[in-house]
């Protein structure tokens, strides 16, 4: 759940956040250097949806695993 939040809602909004990215309707220029990530930051290439729901999905396996050797 946690991957697709970041990937559906919380990456289209980091040119409103970061002064450096372009935004969707303006093209990167030399003051706004970075290209926005866009819906699924597909932008980026079609594997970063694929790798970054594969990295949550580690990152939360490996945490659970912590969590059930600890108890």
């Known amino acids: ?5 970041l990937l559906v809602s ?3 909004l980091l040119p409103f ?4 990215m372009a935004s969707e309707y303006h093209g990167a ?5 970075l290209e ?8 980026y290439g079609y594997g970063t949806p694929l790798t970054t729901l594969l990295a949550q999905i580690v990152y ?9 050797v600890t108890q």
């Open 60 to 68: 939360g396996a490996v945490l659970g695993g912590f969590l059930q």
């Open 29 to 33: 220029t030399v003051k706004w250097q």
């Open 36 to 43: 926005p990530p866009g819906f699924l930051a597909l932008n």
């Open 17 to 20: 956040i970061h002064p450096r």
């Open 10 to 12: 919380a990456l289209p």
């Open 1 to 5: 759940m946690h991957g697709l939040f």
